[in-house]
């Protein structure tokens, strides 16, 4: 496939047609771990701008939950799409994929795998916040852990596959879960179901920001797919590459793409 082109190469009359944004969090919203002060600021003008914010990405339903109460974004989508989160008159409302037994028996298989994988992956851990996922399970290969090389990381997701799961890596955590949604199907539900519009339809107007192998659907997907500069690290990885490469990585990669995009809306 076609390396990725600088960002700047993208052509002006596309990002003027831009309606929303859907972005990945950890490497892409974050920078090392942590939210810059630009990356808040860009959230914040986007939104005021007018153009949608939907953050899509594999932390758990706590993390989902708080951050939508606290980010100017439309909604956040979580677990690699298991549910979507937004507010509704002030009210936090989630909207799962599978209902409450679906969940519970699923859950109790995750609980037996990670133990297993635990066991069979020396180095790994469970993620930190494992305990307040709904739907998925989160092995750490790079958080709170020594990175893994990449064969123990793709054994993970191996032993996940075998267990019937579906799985994907993600820059810190490998993450398996029973169905075959993921964060472009989620995407379309929500998009839908918030704000009336029909992503496949109209994908020229929506942005993709990300930077890891769970995000490999949504480059595929979107003419408009941006990695920031840390994508870099595994391009040779994916099968599907962002189309343009931001220059600045993390969340200073966001921040410069929504720069520019807020740019051209001022000039229009």
């Not at 399970?137 to 191996?158: K, S």
Request: aromatic share 6%; proline share 5%.
């Amino acid at each position: 496939m076609t390396s990725p082109q600088p960002f700047s190469a993208l052509p002006d009359a596309a990002l003027r047609r831009v309606r929303g944004i859907l972005t990945d969090i950890d490497g892409t919203l974050t920078t090392d771990g942590r939210l810059p002060a630009a990356t808040y600021l860009a959230l914040d003008r986007l939104t005021r701008a007018g153009l949608h914010v939907i953050p899509v990405t594999g932390r758990c339903i706590a993390w989902a939950e708080i951050l939508t109460r606290l980010w100017p974004v439309d909604a956040i989508i979580g677990e690699n799409g298991a549910f979507y989160s937004h507010l509704r008159d002030g009210k936090l409302v989630t909207r799962f994929l599978d209902d409450a037994e679906t969940r519970d028996a699923n859950l109790f298989r995750i609980h037996a795998l990670g133990q297993e994988i635990l066991r069979e992956a020396p180095g790994c851990a469970l993620a930190s916040d494992q305990a307040w996922h709904a739907a998925d399970l989160a092995i750490d290969h790079a958080e709170d852990v020594p990175p893994l090389p990449q064969p123990a990381v793709d054994r993970i997701a191996e032993i996940m596959r075998e267990a019937g799961m579906t799985a994907t890596i993600s820059s810190i955590h490998v993450n398996g879960w029973f169905g075959h949604h993921d964060k472009l199907s989620m995407s379309r539900l929500c998009v839908e179901e918030l704000l009336g519009d029909d992503v496949d339809a109209h994908r020229d107007e929506w942005l993709f920001i990300g930077d890891s192998a769970n995000d490999v659907a949504m480059f595929g997907h979107f003419p408009l797919s941006v990695g920031v500069a840390n994508v870099g690290d595994i391009l040779h990885l994916l099968p599907h590459k962002p189309a343009y490469v931001t220059n600045a990585s993390g969340g200073e990669g966001f921040a410069e793409m929504a720069e520019r995009l807020l740019g051209l809306r001022q000039l229009a």
